[in-house]
């Protein structure tokens, strides 16, 4: 079980560089398996689609969605929407 759990995260971190986007960054307060709730105040991502993931990388970028959350804003500012879209489906269910 925890060989498979290793496979499917440094899979997953293979595949988000691959996105251009740095996952490192997220699973620092997400989790290496996307099952925290960064801060305790955010969903668990593990929890969302990548149309949910989308729509908030998005929506952090442009300061439109949900609470104003500074720290999501600067990591998601770097990243064009067609990166954030190809991560949110390389995490995303």
């Not at 498979?4 to 997953?12: E, G, M, Q, W």
């Not at 293979?14 to 801060?39: M, Q, R, Y």
Request: charged share 20%; aromatic share 6%; with cysteine.
């Amino acid at each position: 079980m925890k060989k498979i759990i290793i496979v499917i995260v440094t899979l997953t971190a293979t595949t988000a560089l691959i996105a251009g986007v740095n996952s490192e960054a997220c699973t620092g307060c997400h989790g290496a398996d996307w099952s925290k709730s960064a801060l305790n105040k955010s969903k668990v991502v593990s929890d969302m689609t990548h149309a949910d993931i989308s729509t908030a990388l998005k929506g952090y970028k442009a300061g439109t969605y949900g609470r104003p959350m500074n720290m999501m804003q600067g990591q998601v500012a770097k990243y064009s929407d067609a990166e954030l879209e190809t991560f949110a489906q390389t995490i995303g269910k």
